[in-house]
Structure formats: C-alpha cells, structure tokens
C-alpha cells in the first residue's frame, strides 16, 4: 500500500512540473482548466467559448490554453491524444478530473460549480 501511495505522489509531482513548465499557476484560483487544443479544431473553439463563458461568472475559475502543436512534449508527457483534452487541477495544481472531446456547457459547468462553489 505505501508503494501504491509513492507512485502516485510521484507521478502528481511530475505532472505538476510540467504544468509549470506551461505556465499554469493553479495556486491562484480554486480550480484551473487547462486546455490542449489545435488550430483547426473545431470542437477545441467551442470548448474554449464554453470556458469562457464560465470564467466571466465564476471568478474562482481559471483557464490556459496550450497550443498542442507547439508543445508535443507536454502532449507526450500528459499522454493527450484527442484535442480538446481538459485537465481541471485543485489549488495545489493536483489533477482532479481529466476530460476529452467537447463536453456540453451544462455539464462543464456542472463539474466547474462543484469545485468553486457556484456562481457569483
């Protein structure tokens, strides 16, 4: 059990540098989303649209958008295979869900409002 439980703080701390390695600074909202997108991805505008949407009323939300093109590394690293790909982390930057695809606005919203209490 104790093995089990080393593998997996390690695995957050490397995950956790390489969200810092993107710039993202989770310690500054309740929850952050971070975006893997790719310019023709017409699923990727509508699930940026959709962030937005939600970060204008809720302000303990925070978004970052990562060009995946430009950044195949952090793609290989986070084993993202399908744009959009989502990563919601906590305050402490650790990874609480992970998504792919286009989700509805409602249940973004949903999964959003869960973590940072509603909206405003």
Do not use: I, K, Y
Request: glycine fraction near 8%; proline fraction near 3%; include cysteine.
């Amino acid at each position: 059990m104790t093995g089990t439980t080393a593998t997996r703080q390690e695995g957050e701390l490397q995950t956790s540098a390489v969200f810092e390695r993107l710039g993202v600074r989770a310690g500054d909202a309740e929850l952050t989303v971070v975006q893997f997108s790719t310019a023709f991805c017409g699923p990727c505008r509508a699930t940026t649209a959709r962030l937005r949407q939600l970060q204008a009323t809720r302000p303990g939300l925070a978004t970052v958008h990562v060009d995946a093109e430009s950044h195949l590394a952090e793609v290989r690293e986070l084993d993202v295979r399908v744009t959009p790909t989502l990563f919601f982390l906590d305050r402490s930057g650790t990874v609480v869900r992970r998504m792919s695809g286009a989700p509805a606005l409602a249940d973004l919203a949903a999964l959003v409002d869960a973590r940072t209490g509603g909206v405003s």
